[in-house]
């Protein structure tokens, strides 16, 4: 009996292992798919004003900016524009505020597992029952390795996205008007707002940019190489 217990103990042991290796392997393969299709998506963000894309291949790239879960790309655009009105600015917070909303999201769920499970064990607290109704199917630990995973699965799929946003705020265009050789400085995303201009809220804007870049951009490959 002991004997076929072992085996049956070595089975599901081999069978978890196998399951959490294919797992892993999809959720690499994930990662990879989200990322070439956010570079190709982004070519025809960051090469706008510089290569001339064939229409209908800057408007296949237009489609694959989903991937960057950003609700301004087509087929969303139109829609938002029309009835919120969104500028370049309204777009660049909307986007460095994706990773932070998601990060409360997942500690929230976090918390409501942990009280859940304090919860059942409290009102099943009984040593006569055997019918194991106060046990859960998670633990603290495997909560918290889930956890690490979706944060590092949002991240990662997010940086392509933000990182772009980041270094469009910081990009202006040098324009010459006037006949006095006037230099004035436009954002190169948004030629309605005026670079380096402290009536159009320029810095506040440039100042989460570089927060975003300092902690995010070069933040999270620090930390995954820790």
């Known amino acids: 009996v002991f004997s076929s217990d072992l085996k049956a103990y070595k089975q599901h042991v081999k069978t978890n292992k196998n ?42 790239m237009s489609y694959l ?9 087509i087929p969303f655009a139109e829609f938002i524009d029309c009835h919120m009105q969104a500028t370049f600015l309204q777009h660049f917070v909307y986007n460095v505020a994706i990773f932070p909303s998601l990060l409360l999201f997942i500690f929230v769920a976090y918390e409501m597992g942990i009280v859940y499970r304090k919860c059942k064990r409290r ?16 633990t603290p630990d495997s909560m918290v390795g889930n956890a690490y995973t979706l944060i590092n699965f949002t991240a990662y799929i997010l940086y392509a996205g933000i990182g772009t946003r980041v270094f469009q705020i910081l990009k202006c265009t040098k324009f010459i008007i006037g006949t006095g050789n006037v230099a004035k400085y436009l954002l190169s995303a948004d030629f309605s707002v005026a670079c380096y201009d402290n009536a159009s809220y320029y810095w506040y804007y440039v100042s989460l940019g570089i927060f975003c870049f300092v902690t995010y951009i070069i933040g999270y490959p620090a930390v995954q190489m820790m």
């Open 123 to 138: 009102i099943y607290n009984d040593p006569q029952d055997k019918s194991n109704r106060g046990s859960v199917k998670f």
């Open 19 to 60: 399951r959490r290796m294919n797992l892993g392997t999809a959720y690499m393969k994930l990662k990879l798919v989200f990322s070439y299709l956010q570079i190709l998506a982004m070519y025809g963000v960051t090469y706008s004003n510089t290569i001339a894309w064939p229409k209908l291949f800057k408007i296949a």
């Open 65 to 73: 900016e989903f991937t960057t879960f950003d609700l301004y790309s």
